[in-house]
DNA sequence: GTATCTTTACCAAATGGTCAATCTTATCCC
DNA sequence: GGGATAAGATTGACCATTTGGTAAAGATAC
């Protein structure tokens, strides 16, 4: 980070150009012309307020990634069962409809990012992270719900690791082959692979057991 | 593809080549002179045997392609339990160990233009085809161990999706972020998953059922 | 000799980046 | 309060280098 204590809008401005930009351009396609062209203001001030284009990348990817779990809060208190839907519905279909129209512009960007990490220790690092940030919250959900009695005490490793690995399977599907059913496609088979296992055979978690669709 | 009845060597060599430079630099700073200097000739010989960069990717994607699915030809009158395991392994492992040592950079030169074909139509309709085999190759394996009673009636179609992208969720997350385990696990969540819902309760599809692991 | 293949020298455009000049804004002294 | 002043923010002109690509001269095989 090359940090500006005072005009942090200008930064934030130049960082939803970049957005912009590379959900355009795409990574490899990216100029940093083509950043100036979505910022309102010139060009060469991204030169100001970052030092060169690597570090403008390095910091957007922080920035996208902080704005991708910052959304990420749900409350913990419900039905487990509602509880790991939502949170499943989250990653594959983004929060809330309605509030964020570019939920997939933003999942695009962010999947090439992605994949561009395997040639960038640091942002493969950051992913490492935010993939832990984010398979943690299932693990978390898992783990709620087994306490209650609601799921069975399967390994929430193993669970929530699958669950994960299915959710960023179906988005790059979605992405890169323009699969346009395929989050809802996992999230069906989720229901028929995963919640089989995790589904109490007792009576006591019955009861809070959701209705098979 | 700019096709060149004769030297079609020299074409190969260019397209090792690419893979090498590729492989080494990535995409979005592959240069058309990296690729020149993994090849033994001159750097714009590339320039005759193919109408530009663009026109060289999308050969080389088609290349790439058909090396991958040429060599996923596997007999299928074995076991079925053993036809799908070698399926799964031969996705996420690569062919018999020892043969090609590159399978893994292959992978992740194919895993990054596949991140790529979201930004270009024609790879994305190369890539679309070639899941179609990857996950057709998984489907045809199910439904000849239905046939055979080994498998319990489940939907081929829904079960081949969900394992092709459970694989490619490993590969990716092993290229991307690095777990060297991510195949394993993947294999194991299969294993776990998956496997229950196709042994068939009966002794007649018990009798080929794998041993659990 | 001629058609395919290969190389060398060269280029125009694109691109990341710099620099000095200008504009804004906060600070200080009276 | 108001003007001098310094510090940060912004701009437009400019540049060195990189990069994909070409044209014409050599090879090489038939």
Known sequence: ?????TAPDTREAIMEATFRALSEHGYSDLRVRDIGEEFEKSRTLIHYHFDGKHDLISSFLEYLIGQYESQSKLGDDENPWEA???????????????????HWERMKVYHELFAQAQHNEAHREAFNEHYEVIRGNIEHVLRAGIERGSFRAVDVEDTSQFITDVIHAARA???SLDHDDAPEQA???IAAFVYPSLAPADAEGARTRRPSD
């Open 1 to 5: 980070m090359t940090a500006s204590q």
């Open 84 to 102: 790991l839907d939502g949170r499943i519905d989250q990653c594959l279909l983004g929060p809330e409809l309605g509030e964020r129209f570019d």
């Open 173 to 175: 599907r979605r992405i």
């Open 187 to 189: 999230k069906r088979a």
